[in-house]
């Protein structure tokens, strides 16, 4: 086992504070990676205050990582020490089920090992990516293309996936038009990827105070959804929303602005239950849709397309001293639009 510093939760809602955690020596398949960038998504905060259930502490958050090769078992072939790799929300599957086998290992019909918070098959507790070095089977090591800076990449592994899969899966392209619901970490990442892949994007948020930073990042327009007359104005426009927001939202409001045909897929992730009037889904052969994350194939894909395209998160870097007050932003919606931490801080 070897140590390294770490910023920890001890118990549910309680501050992070400076730690030591093992990991676990190498074994033939692993990579050992010195972490330099971990970004702070919003299921980092659910977890830790214990607002999903189930956590599991002390809880080292983190699955948004960024940073290079340490060292490597005698089996690893796919990288070597010096290379720029990422993790993100995985770090083991069965490897046998169908799902594994595709190269879905989010699915995994034995339940894929998240990358903190989690228990691994062989019952170790996973701790995640705030902490300066991660190890991890080389089958859930992603490579950073050259093209992509670290601090901007880490983010990838998490938000970016989670809207790069859906919209790859759905068909955002050229002659589509994409709405993206909701303009942060996970939303301004959507309107970067459906742009870059051709789509004409609209931004659909609560008010216009994001309207110049929506356009900046690849939308064509920006509608507040607050606004009377909104939904009858857009009425059949899009061939996809992708609703990226953790509230409630009128649903047969924003169905009624597909197209016949059209999808509206969640990534969000509210907490109550969705009302949705099924003749709203009828009229148009419409399709309500859920997704997660890509499996590792798919983000390394989404790895190559971000760098062929110079799309990188936006993101405003910060030293360890301040996650704790950072946790206190996003939950005021007081960041643009990914919190990144700089593990080096982490001592």
């Known amino acids: ?29 692993d990579v050992r990676i010195d972490v330099a960038y971990a970004g702070i998504c919003h299921s980092d905060i659910h977890q830790v205050k214990e607002e999903w259930g189930g956590s599991i502490f002390p809880m080292v958050p ?9 060292e490597v078992g ?26 594994c086998r595709a190269g879905t290992e989010q699915f995994c019909t034995k339940g894929n090992v998240q990358t903190y918070n989690g228990t691994d098959y062989d019952g170790a507790v996973t701790y995640g990516g705030y902490s300066r070095q991660i190890v991890v089977r080389d089958a859930f090591v992603c490579g950073i293309p050259d093209g992509l800076a670290l601090d901007v990449a880490a983010p990838l592994l998490c938000a970016g996936i989670t809207t790069y899969s859906p919209l790859h899966h759905w ?10 619901v909701g303009l942060g970490g996970l939303g301004h990442m959507g309107v970067k990827i459906a742009a870059a892949l051709g789509a004409e994007v609209t931004v659909l948020s609560q008010s216009l105070k994001k309207q110049e930073d929506g356009l900046r990042l690849g939308a064509t327009d920006y509608y507040a959804t607050g606004d009377e007359g909104t939904f009858r104005t857009l009425r059949g426009r899009f061939d996809l929303i992708l609703n ?34 099924v003749f709203s889904l009828l009229g ?33 870097v910060i030293g360890a001293d301040d996650i704790n007050s950072a946790y206190d932003r996003v939950e005021n919606s007081d960041v643009r639009y990914r919190f990144v931490i700089d593990t080096s801080t982490i001592d």
């Open 1 to 29: 086992m070897t140590s390294t510093p770490a910023f920890a939760a001890p118990r549910a809602g309680a501050p992070l504070a400076r730690t030591t955690i093992e990991r676990r020596d190498l074994r033939p398949d």
């Open 62 to 70: 983190g699955h948004e990582i960024a940073g290079t090769v340490a």
């Open 74 to 99: 005698p089996e690893v072939t796919a990288y070597q020490v010096g290379d720029r790799v990422g993790v993100g929300c995985m770090v083991n599957s069965c490897g046998e089920c169908e799902y």
């Open 171 to 180: 068909g955002a392209g050229e002659g589509k038009k994409v709405a993206v």
């Open 244 to 277: 990226t927001v953790s509230a409630p939202l009128p649903m047969d409001a924003y169905l009624s602005t597909l197209r016949v045909g059209g999808a509206m897929v969640n990534v969000g992730a509210p907490p109550e239950a969705l009302g949705v009037n």
């Open 284 to 316: 148009g052969n419409k399709v309500l849709a859920g997704s997660m994350i890509g499996g590792i194939p798919e983000t390394q894909q989404m790895l190559e397309f971000c760098a062929e395209h110079q799309v990188g998160a936006e993101v405003e």
